[in-house]
């Protein structure tokens, strides 16, 4: 992963990270392509295997990952392509 940051926001405290209700008979998680597909459609998404915290958009253009509390450019790795434990995800306010 490409450790130049592109912005420094840590999350709040008052938001935490929800998977997207999934629709009836559909699995909530999917395969890196079509992750891709919702990265392109405007959606974040993360992985099962990662941390409540992490996860993934496209910013500024480009492909960006949300970890230890910085959004830094993200340079995918087999790991993350052959992964199908993706799902989308939005950030929730929580009081």
């Given at each position: 992963?490409?450790?130049?940051?592109?912005?420094?926001?840590?999350?709040?405290?008052?938001?935490?990270?929800?998977?997207?209700?999934?629709?009836?008979?559909?699995a909530i998680t999917m395969s890196f392509?079509?992750?891709?597909?919702?990265?392109?459609?405007?959606?974040?998404?993360?992985?099962?295997?990662?941390?409540?915290?992490?996860?993934?958009?496209?910013?500024?253009?480009?492909?960006?990952?949300?970890?230890?509390?910085k959004f830094q450019k993200w340079l995918?790795?087999d790991g993350d392509m052959e992964g199908?434990?993706?799902?989308?995800?939005?950030?929730?306010?929580?009081?």
């Amino acid at each position: 992963m490409d450790e130049q940051v592109i912005e420094s926001q840590p999350m709040q405290a008052n938001e935490i990270l929800t998977p997207i209700p999934r629709q009836q008979g559909k699995a909530i998680t999917m395969s890196f392509p079509d992750a891709m597909r919702e990265i392109i459609r405007g959606k974040s998404i993360a992985r099962i295997s990662w941390a409540n915290k992490d996860y993934c958009l496209l910013k500024d253009g480009w492909l960006t990952v949300y970890i230890n509390d910085k959004f830094q450019k993200w340079l995918v790795s087999d790991g993350d392509m052959e992964g199908q434990d993706w799902f989308v995800i939005e950030v929730k306010q929580i009081n």
